[in-house]
């Protein structure tokens, strides 16, 4: 009877490590199967409520084990177990697990070597033996995940490197292509969909979908999209380190180059904004003798850094640059702007459904870039008439009950934090934000969100904080402003916050989302 006891115990310990398995791989996968990043950000969530439980069912085990008390006692240790299995199966993710080919081969290289670990343990000691096995490599997953990592770095660099060659093959059967690089600090999601707009209005393009701004990404979307009638390549690059924007240079040898921003973010990897800067402009660094970089003049750290390169400046303010807003046709209302770019001392005027100063600043990059490629003023006005928000980016939508719903979800910014903001300003009835903050700035995190704190003060009626450690700083930015703490609501998670705003508004108030932090935050 004992011995199929402890087979149970060890059957449960078994399916928990393997489900345990998976939501490790999930939070590897998001901090980008980097080991280094993996372990800073486990550094930051190893004083959890699961990870302890998951401890005091191995310190349990070890204490039946070792003092042999009836072995009936580990039935507690084994439902700890199961409870953390039911929790972990059941836990909602905002960005669930893609149990690719990599993924795969990382999940069962790792089970093999808890596998093994548990089987020579039964083998050589017993089941017990194998129990207790089980249950400390379950503990020890962010451990084993790395190692597994490590080795089979050179079969993912071989694997890497296949692919690779195989879409440098491919874009050599395409010599006419015109490709464009697009990165900046923020705004260039929303510019390469912007630009892919406009310039589908003379040419067949294709641009890097979703955020397949890495090289591999890169590489998928040349693999598996690119045609032979694509005219223009539209290729987003990211970056969170020094060489990472080089890299699929190296791979695409982009002509053109645009370049939104360069700020502060990212700041855990880059450590300085100069950091930021050299990255960012190895795009321009790239471009050929004949090609062409765009360069938003609004950045004086763009402005000022000499190149080398063919250039044409755009910018909101400043009439100096190549293309910039002719204020005196600006006119914002709740359906959209119209507005002018002067270039060469004439006015292209326009119009567009997109609200915001940052959309209009990446309308004028792709103005800039769209007269270069050959596309005449009629075209482009088309073209930004037809441009539609990118989903999460300053998305306006009303909902059943008449509340206006600005989706500003992905990938906050201080900038583009403070632009939200100053747009939910304008708007007539009663005005909401929900956010849990700004991440990835470093040193100056707290800096930056006890500022947003100041400005969310400035602009809204009510202040709905998700996760109360996150939201501190912005908190004290709000009391710093005198903010009402009446006003203000600090909730558990995104549900709450939205259920608590949403239960105080009328028809005609309206709610911005600003930001919305992914799994591992």
């Known amino acids: 009877m004992e011995t199929v006891l402890t087979i149970v115990f060890l059957a449960v310990a078994v399916v928990w490590v393997c489900v345990k398995l998976g939501y490790e791989l999930q939070m590897f996968q998001q901090?980008?199967?980097?080991?280094?990043?993996?372990?800073?950000?486990?550094?930051?969530?190893?004083?959890?409520?699961?990870?302890?439980?998951?401890?005091?069912?191995?310190?349990?085990?070890?204490?039946?084990?070792?003092?042999?008390?009836?072995?009936?006692?580990?039935?507690?240790?084994?439902?700890?177990?199961?409870?953390?299995?039911?929790?972990?199966?059941?836990?909602?993710?905002?960005?669930?697990?893609?149990?690719?080919?990599?993924?795969?081969?990382?999940?069962?290289?790792s089970l093999a070597i808890i596998a093994i670990a548990v089987v020579l343990h039964i083998v050589l000691n017993s089941l017990i033996a194998g129990y207790m096995t089980a249950a400390a490599d379950g503990v020890l997953t962010c451990i084993i995940l790395p190692i597994a990592?490590?080795?089979?770095?050179?079969?993912?660099?071989?694997?890497?490197?296949?692919?690779?060659?195989?879409?440098?093959?491919?874009?050599?059967?395409?010599?006419?292509?015109?490709?464009?690089?697009?990165?900046?600090?923020y705004g260039k999601t929303s510019t390469k969909h912007f630009l892919e707009t406009i310039l589908s209005q003379k040419y067949n393009v294709l641009?890097?979908?979703?955020?397949?701004?890495t090289t591999m990404g890169v590489v998928r979307t040349i693999r598996e999209y690119l045609k032979p009638t694509h005219e223009v390549f539209i290729c987003e690059m990211g970056a969170k380190q020094i060489g990472d924007i080089k890299e699929i240079c190296d791979l695409v040898h982009p002509k053109y180059g645009i370049l939104t921003s360069v700020a502060e973010q990212h700041l855990d990897t880059f450590k300085n904004?100069?950091?930021v800067r050299k990255t960012k402009f190895e795009l321009i660094d790239s471009l050929p003798d004949d090609g062409c970089a765009f360069l938003n003049a609004d950045y004086e750290i763009i402005k000022n850094t000499n190149h080398g390169k063919t250039a044409e400046y755009y910018s909101t303010t400043d009439k100096s640059a190549n293309y910039y807003v002719n204020m005196q046709e600006l006119a914002y209302s709740q359906d959209g702007t119209d507005f002018g770019v002067a270039t060469n001392g004439n006015t292209i005027k326009m119009r567009t459904p997109l609200l915001g100063d940052y959309n209009i600043s990446n309308i004028l990059a792709c103005v800039a870039c769209a007269c270069k490629l050959g596309l005449t003023t009629e075209q482009i006005a088309f073209g930004v008439h037809k441009l539609r928000p990118v989903e999460h980016r300053m998305e306006i939508k009303r909902n059943a009950a008449g509340v206006v719903i600005i989706d500003d979800a992905f990938n906050s910014n201080p900038k583009g934090a403070k632009m939200a903001l100053e747009t939910l300003a304008g708007f007539p009835g009663q005005r909401f934000v929900i956010t849990p903050g700004i991440i990835e700035l470093g040193d100056k995190q707290y800096f930056y969100n006890e500022?947003?704190?100041?400005?969310?003060?400035?602009?809204?009626?009510?202040?709905?904080?998700?996760?109360?450690?996150?939201?501190a700083p912005i908190y004290d930015g709000l009391t710093k402003k005198s903010f009402p703490t009446d006003k203000i609501y600090v909730a558990q998670n995104l549900n709450d916050a939205a259920t608590w705003a949403f239960s105080r508004t009328n028809p005609g108030d309206v709610v911005l989302f600003e930001n919305d932090l992914p799994d591992l935050f």
Do not use: C
């Open 31 to 109: 901090n980008s199967y980097r080991n280094e990043r993996y372990f800073k950000w486990f550094g930051k969530n190893y004083a959890s409520i699961d990870r302890v439980v998951e401890l005091a069912a191995l310190v349990a085990i070890a204490i039946i084990w070792f003092t042999g008390i009836n072995k009936w006692w580990l039935a507690l240790p084994s439902l700890m177990q199961l409870l953390l299995t039911i929790k972990t199966l059941t836990r909602k993710s905002k960005v669930k697990l893609k149990f690719t080919s990599r993924a795969k081969r990382l999940y069962f290289t």
């Open 273 to 275: 904004i100069e950091n």
């Open 451 to 471: 500022q947003l704190g100041e400005q969310i003060a400035d602009s809204v009626d009510f202040a709905v904080l998700v996760g109360a450690k996150q939201t």
């Open 149 to 185: 990592n490590i080795i089979l770095r050179p079969v993912e660099n071989h694997i890497n490197n296949w692919y690779i060659n195989d879409a440098k093959r491919i874009l050599k059967e395409h010599p006419g292509l015109i490709i464009v690089g697009i990165t900046g600090s």
């Open 207 to 213: 641009m890097t979908p979703g955020s397949f701004n």
